[in-house]
């Protein structure tokens, strides 16, 4: 009996002290690859803040090199006679304060970057944003300002922006003319018929260190009024349609002609030129312009609205759409001349607007335009 119970205890204590030698190997196990996780966090710390250190310094130099080249045209500007010495050192100086400023700004990014690695290592995040401004990456691909990194490579962000989006709003006067007839004989009020349109426009610069010429293009709703005099409305006779005298007092009488065309103009004008390089722009801002082009689109449909007074002296409005046999393809020329950002803006279609009437009438329009970018 004794020797079974010595016998217990020994393989008991066989066993105990393997499960206390696997568990010491395991927790010296775990130890080892914390510390290699930790040396592995503070190398990739250091070469982050190195990167970061290296982008600040490229950061600086790219916008000394900008200042530079920009003083450098400034003076071939002034030996060319095309500016004074005085207003060349008045834009050196604009620049100067620029580029400074721009040091500024990017300097205290990349400086906020490198505390938030020195404080917190490197970040496992699914976008990354490093900081180029303009310099040359490993990968040959130049960055605006800041390189964005999502697992994908370098997304390059491009400063020259040759093309340009504006809204496009007009109002103004609105009338028909025909062969043998001026203005002063139209059957339409002058004052009362008027016209607007809505768009987007998108501005390209032609030539690629030349700001002076433009090809400016687009997509816009045209609102065409007429308001005829003498108390008269539009009917249909067979194909033709004519204006008749309502048997009513009209309170108003008004066609609409709501249009989708594409404009296009080429547009003429100075541009100042902005920077050096790929970094580059050239603005319209308080300068003069002209444009000129056409457009051409669809007829989207044609109301008449009628306000009278009944007999029993209840107000009565009528609108009757379609049925006009009017064009359903609208096509003319269209041209401003503006300062900065409105001018004053004329159109006149090619089309009748109606398709067989013996006198054929053609839109013409007057007014403002706003091109607001």
Do not use: C
């Amino acid at each position: 009996m004794r020797t079974l119970i010595r016998f217990a205890l020994v393989a008991s204590m066989g066993i105990f002290g393997q499960n206390i030698n696997a568990q010491d190997t395991s927790e010296t196990t775990e130890t080892q690859a914390q510390i290699e996780y930790r040396k592995e966090k503070e190398q990739e710390k250091k070469e982050r803040i190195e990167y970061l250190k290296q982008k600040r310094a490229e950061a600086i130099q790219f916008e000394k090199d900008q200042l530079k080249g920009r003083v450098s045209y400034i003076n071939k500007q002034i030996e060319k006679d095309n500016m004074t010495a005085e207003e060349g050192e008045a834009e050196k100086k604009e620049w100067a304060e620029y580029v400074a400023k721009n040091i500024d700004y990017k300097t205290t990014i990349i400086d906020a970057q490198i505390a938030l690695v020195e404080r917190n290592g490197v970040q496992n995040q699914p976008t990354q944003v490093s900081v180029g401004f303009g310099g040359e990456d490993a990968d040959g691909k130049r960055v605006f300002g800041v390189a964005i990194d999502n697992g994908k490579g370098v997304r390059r962000v491009n400063h020259d922006r040759r093309t340009r989006s504006d809204f496009v709003f007009a109002f103004g006067l609105n009338n028909a003319l025909a062969d043998g007839r001026s203005l002063e004989d139209s059957p339409y009020k002058v004052a009362g018929s008027r016209f607007a349109e809505l768009g987007v426009a998108w501005t390209t610069r032609v030539f690629e260190n030349s700001g002076w010429l433009r090809f400016k293009y687009g997509l816009s709703f045209q609102f065409n009024g007429l308001k005829p005099e003498d108390n008269q409305f539009f009917v249909r006779d067979g194909d033709q349609i004519v204006l008749q005298e309502f048997d009513r007092d009209l309170d108003k009488s008004k066609l609409r002609l709501g249009n989708l065309v594409v404009p296009v103009h080429f547009e003429f004008g100075p541009a100042k030129r902005r920077g050096e390089g790929d970094d580059i722009r050239f603005s319209t801002h308080n300068k003069f312009k002209i444009g000129v082009g056409g457009y051409a689109g669809l007829n989207l449909g044609t109301m008449q609205k009628l306000k009278f007074d009944s007999a029993e002296g209840n107000d009565v409005k009528l609108k009757e759409r379609g049925g006009f046999n009017t064009n359903n393809f609208i096509y003319g020329l269209s041209g401003y001349v503006g300062y900065d950002n409105i001018g004053l803006y004329v159109k006149y279609d090619l089309n009748p607007i109606f398709k067989d009437n013996l006198v054929e009438e053609r839109n013409i329009s007057l007014g403002f335009r706003f091109d607001l970018d």
